[in-house]
Nanobody, 127 residues
């Protein structure tokens, strides 16, 4: 089973950039899984942010991050990256990556479609 781990979270100013990374703690390959980033404020519903297909050729984004965030995968490094540019205060959440299934005919994806989850990394957007 995958044991996902996130890194790259921290403090960033509004308008700044941050890069989050997702990999497997034991070096297990991510290549057979679609990978999605979710974010959540404690007590609130988890929100899908961005996802990449197994091939890395299909990317999906929630409307609020389109044009600002970019998801990509690097098989050589066994890593999926979320590049966050022009961050806003509302991006202030705990971000988790998850491995699972991304259905190609769906425009919306759900956390229930993803089996393996990391512990999350906190992104704090503040001046």
């Amino acid at each position: 089973q995958l044991q996902l781990v996130e890194s790259g979270g921290g403090l960033v100013q509004p308008g700044g950039s941050l890069r989050l990374s997702c990999t497997d703690s034991g070096g297990r390959s991510l290549e057979k899984n679609a990978i999605s980033w979710f974010r959540q404020v404690p007590g609130k519903e988890r929100q899908a942010v961005a996802a990449t297909s197994i091939s890395g050729t299909s990317m999906r984004y929630v409307q609020s991050v389109k044009g600002r965030f970019t998801i990509s995968r690097d098989n050589a490094k066994n890593t999926v990256t979320l590049q966050m540019n022009n961050v806003r205060t509302k991006d202030n959440d705990d971000y988790s990556c998850a491995a699972g299934t991304l259905y190609p005919l769906r425009d919306i994806w759900y956390e229930g479609d993803f089996r393996f989850w990391g512990q999350g990394t906190q992104v704090t957007v503040s001046s």
